[in-house]
C-alpha cells in the first residue's frame, strides 16, 4: 500500500490532451474492497475521435496494463481492472497508442460508509474540520453528485459540518485504510421515507449507484433518524408511536440489505424537546432492532449527549462527542480483533425496601458525555405499583463497584415496581452510568422489572 505524507499534495487529473476523458473512476474516488482486500475497479470514459473496436487498457497504482473494454461506434467504452487495497493513480490508454496515458488520481481502494438519515447525519455543526495531512491513506466523500477530499463542509448543502471527517481521522490511521463516506442524509425526513417504497430510498440508490460507478457495494450503511417521526412537522411522521415506527423500521432494515448487501448501523438518537414518551417508543425500538434484526448493528448512541440548540450538534465539543460515538460504533462492528459488548443491564432486585442491586454485563464508572467524573449517576426513574413516580430527586446514593450498582433511595420500593434509565431528558447531559473501558454510556432501560 502507498504511503501518503499529505493528501494536500495529490493532483487530480481527469482528461489526457488526446481527447479521452475518463468519466468514472474521479478524482478520490474509493472503490469497496471484498473481504480479502480486492476489488474490481469499474472505468468508464469516451475516446475523441472514436475509432470502433480498439480496445482500452487500465492500471491501477502502478500494476499491470489489463484489458479495460473496447470503444464503441461513439468513443465509450467500459470495463474493470482487477486491484488491491491501496492507492494511487488510475491510469488508462488505448492499445493501439500507448503514449496516450490518461490519468486518474488519486484513486483508492477501501472501504465505504453510505450515510443515511435526517439533519444529525447529514451534519449540522459549525466548526469545519479537515482531514488531517499525515493521514497514512486517503480519506473522501461523495456529495452533490461528485467525488472530493473527506473535508468539511460534508452536508448535502455545502454549508456545515459533519462527524464524518472526525470519524475518518481517527479510523484511517487505526486501519491504514483508504475509508470514505457517501453522503445521502436528508434533514426532517423520517422513517417511511427510508424504505424500498420511499423517496429517500430511491435518492440514495440513485446516489450510491453514482458513487460506486454502478457497482453497489459498500461496506455499510450509518443510519441517524427518527427526531422528525417524533414531531408533527412532517406529513408522514409516526408521531413517536412504538408500533408505527417498528413497522417502518424492520423493512426498511431489510431493504437497504437488499439493495446494498451490506449492514445496517442503526444510531439512536438523543432526547427532542419535552415528548418523553414518544421519545422512549423511537429509541427503544432503534435499540431492539440491534438484538432483532438479522440486518441491524448497534451504531451510534447518543441519548446523554446535550444537543446545541436540543435538536442538533453543532458545537466543537458535542460535535466530537458525538462522532466518537460513531467511531466506536464502526472500530467494534469491523476492526476491532475481539468486539467489545454492551455494558447491558442483567438484573435489578431488591436488596432491602430502600436499595436496589443493578447487575451490569460490564465493569461501569460514572461520568458526564464530556468525560467528567462524578460521585452520583443521575438518570433513574421508578414507577411504583401504585402509580407513584421516583426520580433522580429521589435517590440518596449510587455506589458503583465493579458490574454490580447500589441504588439507593428515599422512599421504599415494593415488589413489581419497574425502572427505567434515560428516560426522555433524565441523562441528558449529565453524569450517567457508563463502560469503564470505553466511556459508552449503558443502554436504556424501558420499564425494567425489579425482582
Not at 475497479?41 to 487500465?58: D, E, R, S, W, Y
Not at 426520580?391 to 454490580?404: E, F, Y
Amino acid at each position: 500500500m502507498k504511503t501518503v505524507l499529505s493528501l494536500l499534495a495529490l493532483t487530480t487529473v481527469a482528461a489526457h490532451a488526446d481527447g479521452t476523458v475518463v468519466a468514472y473512476p474521479t478524482p478520490y474516488t474509493i472503490v469497496q474492497r471484498d473481504a480479502k482486500g480486492k476489488a474490481m475497479v469499474p472505468v468508464h470514459g469516451k475516446v475523441t475521435p472514436p475509432t470502433l473496436g480498439i480496445a482500452m487498457q487500465a492500471r491501477f497504482a502502478g500494476g499491470p496494463w489489463l484489458p479495460a473494454g473496447t470503444q464503441d461506434k461513439d468513443g465509450a467504452f467500459r470495463g474493470s481492472i482487477p486491484g488491491a487495497v491501496g492507492q494511487g493513480a488510475l491510469e488508462i490508454r488505448p492499445a493501439d497508442r500507448p503514449d496516450a496515458v490518461t490519468k486518474v488520481e488519486p484513486v483508492g481502494i477501501g472501504d465505504v460508509f453510505v450515510i443515511t438519515g435526517q439533519s444529525n447525519a447529514d451534519g449540522r455543526g459549525g466548526t469545519m474540520i479537515r482531514l488531517k495531512d499525515d493521514l497514512p491513506c486517503l480519506g473522501a466523500k461523495y456529495r452533490a453528485g461528485a467525488w472530493s477530499r473527506g473535508d468539511d463542509p460534508s452536508d448535502n448543502a455545502g454549508k456545515h459540518a459533519s462527524p464524518w471527517p472526525l470519524v475518518l481521522n481517527s479510523l484511517i490511521p487505526e486501519t491504514k485504510v483508504p475509508m470514505a463516506f457517501i453522503q445521502t442524509a436528508t434533514g426532517s425526513t423520517v422513517v417511511r421515507q427510508w424504505r424500498g417504497s420511499g423517496n429517500m430510498f430511491a435518492r440514495m440508490q440513485k446516489m450510491v449507484h453514482a458513487a460506486t460507478g454502478g457497482t453497489m457495494r459498500v461496506r455499510a450503511v450509518l443510519y441517524y433518524q427518527g427526531e422528525n417521526d417524533i414531531t408533527h412537522w412532517n406529513k408522514q411522521t409516526v408521531l413517536g408511536d412504538y408500533a408505527e415506527y417498528r413497522k417502518h423500521l424492520k423493512p426498511m432494515l431489510d431493504d437497504t440489505h437488499a439493495l446494498l448487501k451490506a449492514p445496517v448501523l442503526v444510531g439512536q438518537i438523543t432526547n427532542l424537546l419535552g415528548f418523553r414518551d414518544r421519545n422512549d417508543n423511537i429509541r427503544r425500538a432503534q435499540q431492539e432492532s440491534w438484538t432483532e434484526n438479522p440486518h441491524a448493528l448497534p451504531g451510534a448512541t447518543a441519548w446523554d449527549i446535550f444537543p446545541t440548540d436540543g435538536v442538533h450538534y453543532r458545537t466543537a465539543d458535542n460535535m466530537a462527542a458525538f462522532a466518537a460515538r460513531w467511531t466506536f460504533a464502526i472500530r467494534n462492528a469491523f476492526y476491532a480483533e475481539k468486539p467489545i459488548p454492551s455494558p447491558r443491564l442483567l438484573k435489578a432486585e431488591r436488596e432491602n425496601d430502600t436499595t436496589l442491586s443493578l447487575h451490569f454485563a460490564r465493569e461501569l464508572a460514572i461520568a458526564k458525555w464530556d468525560g467528567t467524573a462524578a460521585k452520583k449517576a443521575l438518570g433513574f426513574r421508578l414507577s411504583l405499583p401504585d402509580g407513584t413516580l421516583l426520580t433522580d430527586a429521589d435517590v440518596i446514593g449510587t455506589l458503583v463497584d465493579g458490574k454490580q450498582v447500589q441504588l439507593r433511595l428515599r422512599k421504599p420500593i415494593p415488589p413489581g415496581s419497574k425502572l427505567s434509565y434515560g428516560s426522555g431528558s433524565d441523562g441528558q447531559g449529565k453524569p450517567v452510568l457508563r463502560d469503564r473501558e470505553t466511556g459508552q454510556p449503558v443502554p436504556l432501560v424501558f420499564g425494567r422489572k425489579v425482582e
